[in-house]
């Protein structure tokens, strides 16, 4: 498992006002992850955007290729292996925004003979106390096990539906499939005063997984939708919002 952290210096300025920070970036593996910190000195809000999977616009102005896996982005409260699961989502979980409405900004794709579908993701987290948070952008089928969780944290492991090497492949029945490139692109844009720092990767992120019972290893679009009670839902505080 390799974890992609950011460090770039612009970025940092960036945040240090407000505003948004653009990254893109090619996994290794479907059990890569990427993690960055955020500190907001002030309260404020962090939205997060991918474009890897539908392709769009990001704020650099960046045109991103359609074409990347569907990730899965979630917002941790704090940093390390204690930071605390705040919300998280992914096509193939049942808290996804109605599609195709969650896409836009980013585009929607083909997947087989299937038309019009969404799989990036868009999540406002609003009201945010000052401090520090970590951002997680990982495949959708690599989701970490704290989403599951009633009081779940970064190092708690992933439940890995992976087959833990490439290609990427999203489907929207077994038989009705892409096979993705390994590309990913996130915008963070915060309000507020902030600053971004790469996250350590000291702790241990394995772990056993989840026993979930599914009989295909790729996701199903609309289908796969493991419930209330199985899935985090957005604490009251600090605020979040699936849009």
Same mark, same amino acid.
């Not at 996994?27 to 960055?36: A, G, N, Q, W, Y």
């Not at 990982?138 to 190092?155: F, R």
């Not at 009989?215 to 839902?233: D, M, N, V």
């Given at each position: 498992?390799?974890?992609h952290c950011l ?52 704020a650099a102005s ?6 990347? *896996? ?14 605390? *699961? ?7 979980? $049942? ?62 492991? *992933? ?36 600053? $971004?720092?790469?996250?350590?990767? $000291? ?13 295909? $290893? ?26």
């Amino acid at each position: 498992m390799r974890l992609h952290c950011l460090v770039l210096p612009v970025c940092l300025a960036a945040l240090s006002a407000g505003g948004t920070i653009s990254d893109t970036g090619t996994f290794s593996t479907p059990e890569d992850t990427f993690l960055v910190s955020i500190t907001l000195t002030s309260p404020g809000n962090i939205t997060l955007q991918t474009y890897g999977f539908g392709g769009g616009t990001n704020a650099a102005s960046t045109l991103i290729a359609p074409g990347g *896996f569907d990730p899965f982005v979630g917002l941790f409260q704090g940093t390390g292996a204690t930071a605390l *699961f705040l919300d998280g989502t992914a096509d193939n979980l $049942s808290n996804y925004g109605s599609e195709p409405s969650a896409c836009p900004p980013a585009g929607l794709v083909t997947i087989g003979s299937v038309a019009g579908q969404c799989g990036d993701v868009r999540l406002t987290f609003t009201g945010l106390a000052a401090g520090t948070y970590t951002v997680l952008l990982s495949d959708a089928d690599y989701v970490p096990n704290a989403v599951y969780e009633t009081t779940g944290h970064l190092g708690d492991g *992933f439940s890995d539906l992976t087959t833990g090497s490439l290609p990427f492949q999203t489907c929207y029945d077994a038989s009705d499939c892409n096979t993705d490139s390994a590309n990913w692109a996130l915008d963070i844009t915060t309000t507020g005063s902030a600053a $971004s720092a790469p996250e350590p990767a $000291s702790f241990g992120l394995a772990g056993t997984g989840l026993a979930l019972a599914v009989g295909f $290893s790729r996701r199903f679009r609309s289908i796969l939708s493991r419930g209330a009670a199985a899935r985090r839902i957005a604490r009251p505080s600090p605020s979040s919002a699936v849009l």
